[in-house]
């Protein structure tokens, strides 16, 4: 089994910065894409941003110079810089991984529980 476990959240003033890291584990044997989303109350649930195992990078226009994605495959962990954080980013954000489980033959995505980013202003 794979679990990732989303960290770093909270509350922060617009304007602020948060780290959010995301870290899996289980039954591992490789990782292609990683990624972040998030969802605010009664909306979908939206890419922030995705990293693939090579390291190309891929952000809406929202997030755009704003968030950066990065990873350590040596960590299994993915991170997700966030700066200039405004009141619209408030949501509960979710981590997403692309898992081949150890003698698996396909890959399956897995979600974190999600963390909660509250921007305030």
């Known amino acids: 089994q794979v679990q990732l476990v989303e960290s770093g959240g909270g509350l922060v003033q617009a304007g602020g910065s948060l780290r959010l890291s995301c870290a899996a584990s289980?039954?591992?044997?490789?990782?292609?894409?990683m990624a972040w989303y998030r969802q605010a109350p009664g909306k979908q649930r939206d890419l922030v941003a995705r990293?693939?195992?090579?390291?190309?990078?891929n952000y809406p226009d929202s997030v755009k110079g704003r968030f950066t994605i990065s990873r350590d495959n040596a960590k299994n962990t993915v991170y997700l810089q966030m700066n200039s954080l405004k009141p619209e980013d408030t949501a509960v954000y979710y981590c997403?991984?692309?898992?081949?489980?150890?003698?698996?033959?396909?890959?399956?995505?897995?979600w974190g529980q999600g963390t909660q980013v509250t921007v305030s202003s």
């Open positions: 997403n991984a692309d898992v081949l489980i150890t003698y698996g033959s396909s890959y399956w995505s897995f």
């Open positions: 289980g039954s591992i044997f490789s990782i292609n894409a």
């Open positions: 990293i693939t195992s090579g390291g190309t990078t």
